[in-house]
């Protein structure tokens, strides 16, 4: 990490904090998105109405949207080990994702479980809605440009939750 992260805000009691590092990650995910994500699955030759300006949008909407998914992730870790009574510092966000910054350790092996996989299991509740808001975008009429954000986050925090079981 960079140094002293920078409060962005509360939340049910936890500090939001956002590590500087975040910043390089999000101007990362946001031009790849908008330069090579969004145009190959949705080439401007296919879909006219897909301005440069358009991918760009789309490319913010994902980073904003991968921004809140990991806040979510990170606040369920925080909310089960509350639960069990451990002193949580806060939510810090830096370059690898974020991190639940916790006072102690659990005092059981259930707690320690509990708070491990509250984090991925949230992160595949966030894909699952994500994921009908994608398919339901033809039923509602909505723009494509917006399912087309709401696709990408249902992969990403699937991929998410991958990368989350993998170290276990």
Request: with cysteine; hydrophobic share 55%.
């Amino acid at each position: 990490m960079f140094g002293k992260p920078i409060k962005l805000f509360k939340m049910f009691g936890f500090t939001v904090r956002m590590d500087l590092s975040w910043i390089i990650i999000a101007v990362l995910i946001t031009w790849t998105l908008a330069v090579g994500y969004f145009p190959a699955i949705y080439p401007p030759e296919d879909y006219p109405q897909f301005t440069t300006g358009l991918y760009w949008l789309m490319g913010i909407g994902g980073m904003l949207g991968l921004f809140v998914s990991i806040v979510f992730h990170e606040l369920c870790h925080s909310l089960v080990a509350r639960r069990y009574g451990l002193p949580m510092k806060g939510i810090t966000l830096f370059i690898f994702g974020g991190v639940a910054e916790m006072n102690e350790e659990p005092q059981s092996a259930k707690a320690e479980f509990l708070m491990a996989i509250a984090g991925p299991a949230a992160s595949v509740v966030i894909a699952v809605i994500f994921y009908l808001l994608y398919t339901s975008g033809n039923t509602f009429n909505w723009p494509i440009m917006a399912t087309a954000v709401f696709g990408y986050l249902a992969l990403i925090n699937i991929i998410l939750v991958i990368f989350n079981l993998l170290p276990g």
